[in-house]
T-cell receptor, first 113, second 114 residues
Framework: QQQVKQSPQSLIVQKGGISIINCAYE??????FPWYQQFPGKGPALLIA?????SEKKEGRFTISFNKSAKQFSLHIMDSQPGDSATYFC????????????FGEGTQLTVNP | GAVVSQHPSRVICKSGTSVKIECRSLDFQATTMFWYRQFPKQSLMLMATSNEGSKATYEQGVEKDKFLINHASLTLSTLTVTSAHPEDSSFYICRGQGSNTEAFFGQGTRLTVV
């Protein structure tokens, strides 16, 4: 019940296109859903996060869509750029449990010029 | 944003030796430090959680005598891999959490045991 399932495992898009990564969770107690971006040899960096009281959050080219009833959330990267090529991880946590994250398996995004 | 500085970024050690990895929170007090391990093309696996001044809580299957965690101050936590073996080669990442703040990852340490 602690798992977070992420898809696809890898994704190739053309520059200017939309990248979409999906995650699904089981534990309805999760109340914080961040997305992380990781470049090779570096630690993950927080990209954007959402709480279940809203269905969408947008920051620049990055948007999280959240469907509480379906227990799914997704990351949309608009106008994808080669510099966005990285591994993306979704995660979930129960904030009262001390920020312990459960990570998805990761998606390797490649944006071709 | 807040910064967690992790050192070294890369280390190569001989089998049987010990390696210490440091994580410092530079502009906040990390009351909790999470330590992760990541194999190539895989997700992050939580190894242990430490609270300042307390013993670390290890995840199931993680040997506490092999992966020693010290969190003696609010700005410094260390992970020591003792008697390292080639199978311990991995990417180790810390994540510092302050009181009522977002948590921040360190830059990671690539450990290679030869």
């Amino acid at each position: 019940q602690q798992q977070v399932k992420q898809s696809p495992q890898s994704l190739i898009v053309q520059k200017g296109g939309i990248s979409i990564i999906n995650c699904a969770y089981e534990n309805t107690a999760f109340d914080y859903f961040p997305w992380y971006q990781q470049f090779p040899g570096k630690g993950p960096a927080l990209l954007i996060a959402i709480r279940p009281d809203v269905s969408e959050k947008k920051e620049g080219r990055f948007t999280i869509s959240f469907n509480k009833s379906a227990k799914q959330f997704s990351l949309h990267i608009m106008d994808s750029q080669p510099g966005d090529s990285a591994t993306y991880f979704c995660a979930a946590s129960i904030q009262t449990s001390g920020s312990r994250l459960t990570f998805g398996e990761g998606t390797q995004l490649t944006v071709n010029p | 944003g807040a910064v967690v500085s992790q050192h070294p970024s890369r280390v190569i050690c001989k089998s049987g030796t010990s390696v210490k990895i440091e994580c410092r929170s530079l502009d906040f007090q990390a009351t909790t430090m999470f330590w992760y391990r990541q194999f190539p093309k895989q997700s992050l696996m939580l190894m242990a959680t430490s609270n300042e001044g307390s013993k670390a809580t290890y995840e199931q299957g993680v040997e506490k005598d092999k992966f020693l965690i010290n969190h003696a101050s609010l700005t410094l936590s260390t992970l020591t891999v003792t008697s390292a073996h080639p199978e311990d080669s991995s990417f180790y990442i810390c994540r510092g959490q302050g009181s009522n703040t977002e948590a921040f990852f360190g830059q990671g340490t690539r450990l290679t045991v030869v």
